[in-house]
Structure formats: structure tokens, C-alpha cells
């Protein structure tokens, strides 16, 4: 079964500091895959996705994440953090059928020291 | 930039009473979609909906939930006889095509359902 991890449920980073969130699939075929941020009392915004092509992909605010297959892994990075960052963050795996249903990993909280 | 829409913010109910969670779905947009995601825990897959009918639900959508688009523009959730465990954020979201690596799914911000 299709399956999502994030293993840092709570990450601490000063102000300016590059970030790296942790993220790992399983999913028996192509996956496609997606970062969402949630800020408090907000929905879930896109930051970026990666279907095929390159395995870099460039997402809004600064955000980057990178599809390793080997490691199963599309870990989001940003090289200089801002305060507004601090939000939570949830990776996903799309299926591709009919439904397109969306798994979701259980969220990384990001903390923005000053 | 066209956002999905959600009424109300917050919903508290008696448990056994019914529910409709409201969503206005970007407007070009033919695919439908709730999730839940209970205080604390993941964010889960419940339903997608396209052409008046339910493409996909998971085991959480059990007899208890059911989804319309009564006119062109609003999509529900109705929730029977709510229980305490229904409590939980739920997401409305569309997309404009149903085909994930094409086009994502957009979300609203969400109505937090409170079962007392």
C-alpha cells in the first residue's frame, strides 16, 4: 500500500539558516509527488510538485524539493529561511486512477528562531 | 487568484444530529475532493467526485457520509448522525482535472467540526 513518512515531526531552525524537510514514499508505481504548507487556521497551499522530467523541482517562496528513486525520498529544502516560513508542512503521493486521490505524511511543524 | 471556499469555519454539534459541511469549488474546476484530518493525526482521503458521481471514497466514507453538488456551484458533505470521533478539520479541494500530474488539487481552509 501507497504509504508517506515524514520523520521530523518538529524542526527548529534559526532565522536565515538553510532547511531541509525529510520526506519518503512508497508507491509501487511512478509517483507523483507534491509539497503543501499549512500555515495556523489556513488550508493547505501548494508549494511545488514533481510528476516527471527533471528530478530538481522549483516551487514558490524559495522552496525547492528534489526526487531521489534510488532513496524513495523528495526531501523540500530552502537555502535561507524567514520568519513567515513557520508553518507546517505535509508531503503527499498522488495516485494516478480514477479517484486521484491524494496520501498524505503525517507533517513536519517548522519552528523560525529569530 | 480563484480559491475554494468553505462555510462555515467552525460547525459545533450535538452528537447524533446531521451535518452539511459547504464548499465552493474553484469554478472551472470538474474534480471534487474532502479530507478530514483528526487533532494531531494525518490528513486522510475521503472522496473525489466528477460528472455528478463519486469517482473514489476510501473506508472512512462509510453510510454515514454522503456528498452532492446540488446546483452549479456548491459541493457538500453531509455527515448522519454525527459521532464524538467525527470531530476533526475537514478539507474541501478541486482541481481542474482529475489526472494528478497535471493539475493539483487547490484547498479550502477548511470547516474544524466539533461533535459534543
Known amino acids: 500500500a501507497q504509504s508517506v513518512t515524514q520523520p521530523d515531526i518538529h524542526i527548529t531552525v534559526s532565522e536565515g539558516a538553510s532547511l531541509e524537510l525529510r520526506c519518503n514514499y512508497s508507491y509501487g508505481a511512478t509517483p507523483y509527488l507534491f509539497w503543501y504548507v499549512q500555515s495556523p487556521g489556513q488550508g493547505l497551499q501548494l508549494l511545488l510538485k514533481y510528476f516527471s522530467g527533471d528530478t530538481l523541482v522549483q516551487g514558490i517562496k524559495g522552496f525547492e524539493a528534489e526526487f531521489k528513486r534510488s532513496q524513495s525520498s523528495f526531501n523540500l529544502r530552502k537555502p535561507s529561511v524567514h520568519w513567515s516560513d513557520a508553518a507546517e508542512y505535509f508531503c503527499?503521493?498522488?495516485?494516478?486512477?480514477?479517484?486521484?486521490?491524494?496520501?498524505f505524511g503525517g507533517g513536519t511543524r517548522l519552528m523560525v528562531k529569530p | 487568484e480563484p480559491e475554494v471556499t468553505q462555510t462555515p469555519s467552525h460547525q459545533v454539534t450535538q452528537m447524533g444530529q446531521e451535518v452539511i459541511l459547504r464548499c465552493v469549488p474553484i469554478s472551472n474546476h470538474l474534480y471534487f475532493y474532502w479530507y478530514r484530518q483528526i487533532l494531531g493525526q494525518k490528513v486522510e482521503f475521503l472522496v473525489s467526485?466528477?460528472?455528478?458521481?463519486?469517482?473514489?471514497k476510501s473506508e472512512i466514507f462509510d453510510d454515514q457520509f454522503s456528498v452532492e453538488r446540488p446546483d452549479g456551484s456548491n459541493f457538500t458533505l453531509k455527515i448522519r448522525s454525527t459521532k464524538l470521533e467525527d470531530s476533526a478539520m475537514y478539507f474541501c479541494?478541486?482541481?481542474?482535472?482529475?489526472?494528478?500530474?497535471?493539475?493539483?488539487?487547490?484547498f479550502g481552509d477548511g470547516t474544524r467540526l466539533s461533535i459534543l
Open positions: 503527499a503521493v498522488g495516485h494516478n486512477n480514477a479517484g486521484n486521490m491524494l496520501t
Open positions: 467526485f466528477y460528472n455528478n458521481e463519486i469517482s473514489e
Open positions: 479541494a478541486s482541481s481542474e482535472d482529475g489526472q494528478a500530474s497535471n493539475q493539483p488539487q487547490h
